[in-house]
């Protein structure tokens, strides 16, 4: 986990710049806990923060190339970074360090926009031509690491975190009413946008170009394929063995660190297929971890333990009670910066704090299986959607949609009959964000929101983004769009931010994930629907690929999401956070929700007799979290007082360097 944070073409006095720059710095410093980075010029300024993972001596940032030319900042981790070494060595390019931080800044000196396609890693960076004046800011394919950006004045500034921006004096500090709408209703903010006034995220694949005074986004990666690259498996026995082989790849990569390993365990089929091809490639036992969730409806040990006697791991057991989320929500919120839904973000943090006391810095998990592989219920309920829409009936749909559910219902007691009659109701409706729609449209948002702007409007921004990445998208299946929609919404915006990048930060530990290699994406989506989702069995050919290598208790078990105690830890209860958040004093400086709204909100969740059902339960997260995020972000940001002296391993000052005439 590291972090940057800088500007270019400022204007300003050299100390104005470095006191501007130590503040951005101190702002993210909880990312990078083992050393800050500065490097200072007359057009460009950056921080860096940094924690170490590989060549934790020489690999320190910013770096510099020797013509003193190129300058990078990195956050995350470029997997394939010996591979690239070796060809960039064969046309003569030297290295000093063991780092992928050198390999990134050489790739990027040597090939230009063309090396970010041979890029397979996790990262956002920022990388400055000092001849030219240019600097580019570039994420992944998949938005696995997060980087901000706005303009004011003049001058573009750019960090890891929202917090490295609001430390700049002229950012304003203002929650954007329709795009708070729009996180909240898909449940993470639409790719690009944040849920602030005048501050953007580089979309995944995409990079930023600044060049005199003129900003330009650019896409270097064009999406998912349904075609694959290499020729297509010709059966099932095929493309088991193909899937086995691209994952085992993936996984072999993320090994690659000069500290500990270990992995997550959570009891179902992703995380038993990372741990049991890691347990298989290293040469030490697996260092395991799993969470014991207070007020879960399903016992998890079991799965998890015959996972850990198959290992014969050192495994850690972690539990996560009431009091640690109402205690740890409002931080996990401040370290987020978007309204959250569930509250497995604080169960992250919790699991992250003790994989760092474990003495693991890097851990593998098993996000986005379900996204590729058809892993939710709702890929079930497109199904029949689908096929109701063209035969122009609904009949039978609720009884066969029933027994399909398995994750689905311990989390949404709509019954079957209401979920068509939601579809029925809206038959002339346009289908495209199919099944997806109940729950875009269900939870009260529009009822909090006074904005500009209606839910046809907010699915109108979403579809542009994704038919911008997916020029086929209305042409693809409901299941696959279904699966995209998830990736883009879900996946990319709440659980590589909220829980993969976040839940690490401030403890040391940095999280990959084997399923997000573009590799297995890719080779994911190009298989048939049918291998993905038998009938009503997700996942198939991922429980049928390691049939024969994992307990059968747990290749023959549902979906099942983690859950931790949520809304029902958090309602009011005498004069802690919740009550002050609440107050109407603190709704009205928001300036855009509804006091009415709110109020009954507040009310149907002190009602409930036991669980908040949804989609009340997961709007009253929502509130809170919007509350905090103006209370923490807005109207009492604070920069913290960091020394950042006593890690300041690299202090650079470009003006003092020449500007390369002769080098040219």
Same mark, same amino acid.
């Given at each position: 986990m590291c972090g940057v944070v800088g500007f270019i073409d400022s204007g300003l006095r050299k100390d104005q710049r470095l006191d501007l720059v130590r503040r951005g710095i101190r702002?993210?410093?909880?990312?990078?806990?083992?050393?800050?980075?500065?490097?200072?010029?007359?057009?460009?300024?950056?921080?860096?923060?940094?924690?170490?993972?590989?060549?934790?001596?020489?690999?320190?940032q910013p770096m510099v190339?020797?013509?003193?030319?190129?300058?990078?900042?990195?956050?995350?981790?470029?997997?394939?970074?010996?591979?690239?070494?070796?060809?960039?060595?064969?046309?003569?390019?030297r290295f000093k360090t063991n780092s992928d931080t050198e390999v990134l800044l050489h790739s990027l000196a040597y090939w230009g926009h063309d090396a970010l396609l041979r890029l397979n890693g996790q990262f956002g960076f920022v990388f400055y031509d000092k001849w030219e004046g240019q600097l580019i800011l570039g994420r992944d394919r998949f938005g696995e690491r997060p980087l901000f950006y706005t303009e004011q004045d003049g001058t573009l500034y750019f960090a890891s975190e929202i917090k490295g921006l609001f430390a700049f004096p002229r950012v304003p500090r203002e929650l954007a009413a329709d795009k708070v709408r729009r996180a909240m209703r898909y449940w993470s903010p639409v790719p690009g946008e944040t849920c602030f006034t005048g501050i953007d995220a580089i979309p995944p694949g995409h990079v930023l170009t600044v060049r005199d005074g003129k900003a330009e986004l650019s896409k270097y990666y064009h999406g998912i394929a349904r075609q694959p690259a290499g020729p297509a498996p010709k059966s099932f026995e095929e493309a088991k063995s193909g899937l086995r082989d691209v994952i085992r790849e993936s996984i072999r990569l993320r090994l690659r660190t000069d500290y500990k390993l270990g992995t997550y365990i959570s009891g179902g089929i992703d995380s038993a297929v990372v741990s049991s091809v890691m347990n298989e490639l290293i040469d030490e036992p697996l260092t395991t971890f799993s969470i014991d969730a207070a007020d879960s409806p399903v016992d998890e040990w079991p799965y998890q333990k015959a996972m850990v006697d198959q290992l014969g791991s050192r495994h850690v057991r972690i539990p996560v009670t009431r009091a640690q989320v109402r205690e740890r929500f409002p931080h996990v919120v401040r370290q987020c910066e978007q309204?959250?839904?569930?509250?497995?973000?604080?169960?992250?943090?919790?699991?992250?704090?003790?994989?760092?006391?474990?003495?693991?810095?890097?851990?593998?998990?098993?996000?986005?299986?379900?996204?590729?592989?058809?892993?939710?219920?709702?890929?079930?309920?497109?199904?029949?959607?689908?096929?109701?829409?063209?035969?122009?009936?609904?009949?039978?749909?609720?009884?066969?949609?029933?027994?399909t559910l398995n994750d689905m219902r311990y989390s949404d007691a709509t019954k079957t009959t209401a979920i068509f009659q939601f579809y029925a109701d809206r038959a002339n409706r346009d289908f495209i964000l199919g099944a997806h729609l109940r729950r875009f449209e269900t939870e009260p948002v529009?009822?909090?929101?006074?904005?500009p702007g209606d839910v046809f409007d907010d699915h109108a921004v979403l579809l542009r983004r994704l038919r911008a990445d997916f020029p086929d998208f209305d042409q693809r299946s409901a299941v696959d769009r279904s699966m995209l929609l998830d990736m883009h919404t879900f996946l990319i915006g709440y659980g590589m931010t909220c829980l993969g990048d976040r839940a690490g930060t401030g403890f040391g530990v940095e999280g990959r994930y084997p399923f997000m290699d573009f590799n297995v994406v890719e080779y994911a989506a190009s298989l048939p629907t049918e291998w993905k989702l038998n009938g009503a069995r997700e996942k198939h050919i991922l429980r049928e690929a390691y049939a024969d290598r994992l307990p059968r208790e747990i290749v023959d078990r549902p979906k099942f999401g983690m859950r931790?105690?949520?809304?029902?830890? @958090?309602?009011?209860?005498?004069?802690?956070?919740? =009550?002050?958040? %609440?107050? /109407?004093?603190?709704?009205?400086? !928001?300036?855009? &929700?509804?006091?009415?709204?709110?109020?009954? @909100?507040?009310?149907?969740?002190?009602?409930?007799? =036991?669980?908040? %059902?949804? /989609?009340?339960?997961?709007?009253? !997260?929502?509130? &809170?979290?919007?509350?905090?995020?103006?209370?923490?972000?807005?109207?009492?940001?604070?920069?913290?007082?960091?020394?950042?002296?006593?890690?300041?391993?690299?202090?650079?000052?470009?003006?003092?360097?020449?500007?390369g005439s002769a080098a040219r």
């Amino acid at each position: 986990m590291c972090g940057v944070v800088g500007f270019i073409d400022s204007g300003l006095r050299k100390d104005q710049r470095l006191d501007l720059v130590r503040r951005g710095i101190r702002a993210i410093a909880h990312r990078g806990p083992d050393e800050v980075g500065l490097y200072d010029s007359a057009a460009f300024t950056l921080g860096t923060v940094r924690l170490s993972v590989i060549d934790p001596r020489l690999g320190q940032q910013p770096m510099v190339t020797p013509d003193n030319r190129y300058i990078a900042g990195f956050n995350g981790e470029i997997f394939n970074y010996l591979e690239l070494r070796s060809e960039l060595e064969t046309y003569g390019i030297r290295f000093k360090t063991n780092s992928d931080t050198e390999v990134l800044l050489h790739s990027l000196a040597y090939w230009g926009h063309d090396a970010l396609l041979r890029l397979n890693g996790q990262f956002g960076f920022v990388f400055y031509d000092k001849w030219e004046g240019q600097l580019i800011l570039g994420r992944d394919r998949f938005g696995e690491r997060p980087l901000f950006y706005t303009e004011q004045d003049g001058t573009l500034y750019f960090a890891s975190e929202i917090k490295g921006l609001f430390a700049f004096p002229r950012v304003p500090r203002e929650l954007a009413a329709d795009k708070v709408r729009r996180a909240m209703r898909y449940w993470s903010p639409v790719p690009g946008e944040t849920c602030f006034t005048g501050i953007d995220a580089i979309p995944p694949g995409h990079v930023l170009t600044v060049r005199d005074g003129k900003a330009e986004l650019s896409k270097y990666y064009h999406g998912i394929a349904r075609q694959p690259a290499g020729p297509a498996p010709k059966s099932f026995e095929e493309a088991k063995s193909g899937l086995r082989d691209v994952i085992r790849e993936s996984i072999r990569l993320r090994l690659r660190t000069d500290y500990k390993l270990g992995t997550y365990i959570s009891g179902g089929i992703d995380s038993a297929v990372v741990s049991s091809v890691m347990n298989e490639l290293i040469d030490e036992p697996l260092t395991t971890f799993s969470i014991d969730a207070a007020d879960s409806p399903v016992d998890e040990w079991p799965y998890q333990k015959a996972m850990v006697d198959q290992l014969g791991s050192r495994h850690v057991r972690i539990p996560v009670t009431r009091a640690q989320v109402r205690e740890r929500f409002p931080h996990v919120v401040r370290q987020c910066e978007q309204p959250l839904h569930f509250t497995a973000p604080v169960a992250y943090g919790v699991l992250a704090e003790q994989v760092g006391l474990a003495g693991v810095r890097v851990i593998l998990g098993g996000e986005g299986a379900d996204e590729l592989l058809a892993g939710y219920d709702i890929a079930k309920e497109a199904t029949i959607l689908e096929r109701c829409l063209r035969q122009g009936s609904f009949a039978g749909a609720a009884e066969e949609l029933a027994p399909t559910l398995n994750d689905m219902r311990y989390s949404d007691a709509t019954k079957t009959t209401a979920i068509f009659q939601f579809y029925a109701d809206r038959a002339n409706r346009d289908f495209i964000l199919g099944a997806h729609l109940r729950r875009f449209e269900t939870e009260p948002v529009d009822q909090l929101i006074d904005a500009p702007g209606d839910v046809f409007d907010d699915h109108a921004v979403l579809l542009r983004r994704l038919r911008a990445d997916f020029p086929d998208f209305d042409q693809r299946s409901a299941v696959d769009r279904s699966m995209l929609l998830d990736m883009h919404t879900f996946l990319i915006g709440y659980g590589m931010t909220c829980l993969g990048d976040r839940a690490g930060t401030g403890f040391g530990v940095e999280g990959r994930y084997p399923f997000m290699d573009f590799n297995v994406v890719e080779y994911a989506a190009s298989l048939p629907t049918e291998w993905k989702l038998n009938g009503a069995r997700e996942k198939h050919i991922l429980r049928e690929a390691y049939a024969d290598r994992l307990p059968r208790e747990i290749v023959d078990r549902p979906k099942f999401g983690m859950r931790v105690p949520g809304s029902g830890a @958090l309602l009011p209860d005498g004069d802690d956070w919740v =009550s002050d958040v %609440l107050a /109407p004093s603190t709704i009205r400086r !928001v300036g855009f &929700l509804v006091p009415e709204a709110v109020d009954q @909100l507040v009310e149907k969740a002190k009602s409930a007799t =036991s669980r908040i %059902l949804y /989609p009340f339960g997961d709007a009253y !997260v929502h509130l &809170l979290s919007v509350l905090l995020m103006e209370e923490f972000l807005i109207h009492d940001f604070q920069v913290p007082d960091v020394d950042i002296d006593r890690i300041m391993m690299r202090n650079i000052d470009g003006d003092l360097d020449p500007v390369g005439s002769a080098a040219r």
